[in-house]
């Protein structure tokens, strides 16, 4: 049976915007206050996700949360109709306006951690939805992304949905964004590198900016996912990076099969992390260590390039390639770099610069917008065939955004009554369009 990993891409949903919510990440806060542009950073991703479906992968479209949320709102205390609640909270608390319309959830790695059916103890599927606690305007996500989780892999026999873990300290989660598999081929037991910021029962941790994943979380994901042992790793990540801006995983390593791009800094105890990765990856194809040195690549410009944030992807001819943001291209060093890499000793072959500066302003990369997920082609099948993406849909999704995104939108917009019509009317014929039903609490009155 063949396997293939599919990438379902996060939509920018119509309230895109920068305001800044993000401590810790250091783009979403430079940018704070910027005026954005919701419709270019929709088609930006969109061109993404096509480009990917050009280059002959799967690829999947993954429904943004409604925004503003009303709910969240509503339950602080602010009543009314649904435009006196945000005159009110716009008046009164202009933060809490500003977190319920945030368009976070376009991170789509941030949605989900999901184990493959190659690694799990029941053959199936698995997704737990994050609770991104860290953040208020992250941590309201969960319930929504849970619904567009199973509307987009609705097979029971196939897919195991969990609930989010509690909403505590002690259990942050950020989803995929802290996880790696290393494996020769899709379809085969992968090693499930799970990486954390800090441990309750330890005191190294990162002192500026706050570490968003708990060892405790990721090892109840293991456990919810009912993966072996013997294919698991827990992995420190490196708290002095976390203090530079490396907020996750992803913006300091980067794995895609046999493949592991990772900073000489990104791990606690590295050269253990080295060894103890070798002595479990059980592949019969050789895997592929690559320690990026600082003296290559300074943290603060893989921070400010995204450069680890890139998307590894195996080619349908054998080989893999770096899908880069553009801004590789203009940071000393990174695009010399990635040339080198792909003239190097590895299944790197090509670079594919992208346009996505609309995302990155707001503190992701082109792997931040995507959740990626191992099936077999029988799974495959069983996912809701219009969150798929081919060249119609393609095209009714571009017309969509069109249709109903604003090409300006500034912080002082949000007050306006008519954003949240707007946005509703798009998402209720988004949800048409993928055939997700209503998920939407707005569809659900």
């Not at 977190?99 to 989900?112: K, R, T």
């Not at 992390?273 to 600082?294: A, N, T």
């Amino acid at each position: 049976m063949s396997y293939y990993e599919v990438n379902f891409d996060g939509l920018v949903g119509p309230t895109h915007n920068y305001a800044g919510l993000s401590f810790g990440n250091v783009a979403s806060k430079s940018n704070a206050n910027k005026v954005a542009n919701p419709k270019q950073a929709a088609l930006q991703g969109l061109e993404k996700m096509w480009a990917l479906t050009q280059l002959g992968l799967h690829q999947g479209v993954f429904a943004p949360n409604c925004r503003p949320d009303l709910h969240t709102l509503r339950s602080l205390g602010f009543n009314g109709t649904d435009a006196q609640v945000i005159n009110k909270v716009a008046k009164t608390e202009p933060y809490l306006l500003k977190a319920c319309y945030s368009a976070s959830s376009m991170w789509a790695a941030n949605a989900a951690t999901v184990s493959p059916s190659c690694d799990t103890s029941d053959g199936k599927v698995h997704f737990t939805p994050a609770n991104l606690s860290n953040k208020l305007h992250r941590a309201i996500e969960a319930k929504t992304t849970s619904l567009v989780l199973k509307a987009t892999f609705p097979d029971e026999q196939i897919f195991v949905h969990h609930p989010s873990l509690p909403q505590h300290p002690l259990f942050g989660d950020e989803g995929a964004a802290n996880y790696t598999r290393l494996v020769d081929s899709y379809g085969h037991t992968g090693l499930a590198i799970f990486v954390y910021g800090e441990d309750a029962n330890s005191n190294v941790k990162p002192q500026v900016f706050p570490a968003r994943q708990t060892k405790q979380a990721s090892e109840a994901i293991a456990r919810s996912h009912l993966l072996d042992d013997a294919h698991t790793l827990f992995v420190q990540q490196n708290p002095d990076v976390i203090d530079q801006g490396v907020f996750h995983n992803d913006v300091i390593a980067i794995g895609n099969e046999n493949v592991f791009l990772f900073h000489e800094q990104a791990f606690y105890q590295q050269r253990q992390v080295i060894e103890d990765i070798g002595r479990k990856y059980q592949g019969s194809r050789p895997l592929h260590l690559i320690e990026v040195s600082s003296d290559d690549i300074s943290v603060d410009a893989a921070v400010k390039s995204y450069l680890f944030n890139s998307q590894l992807v195996s080619l349908p001819n054998g080989g893999m390639a770096i899908v880069a943001p553009s801004e590789c291209q203009t940071i000393d060093g990174v695009e010399r770099y990635l040339a080198s890499l792909c003239k190097a000793s590895n299944p790197i072959e090509e670079v594919i610069y992208l346009d996505l500066k609309q995302s990155m302003q707001n503190g992701g990369g082109p792997a931040c917008l995507r959740l990626r997920v191992a099936l077999s082609s029988e799974e495959l099948n069983a996912v809701n065939s219009q969150c798929l993406l081919n060249e119609s849909r393609y095209q009714t999704l571009a017309a969509w955004i069109n249709k109903h995104y604003r090409d300006r939108l500034a912080e002082s917009d949000l007050a306006d009554p008519n954003l949240l019509l707007e946005s509703q009317s798009a998402l209720d014929e988004l949800t048409g369009i993928l055939g997700l039903g209503s998920v939407y609490p707005f569809q659900q009155v």
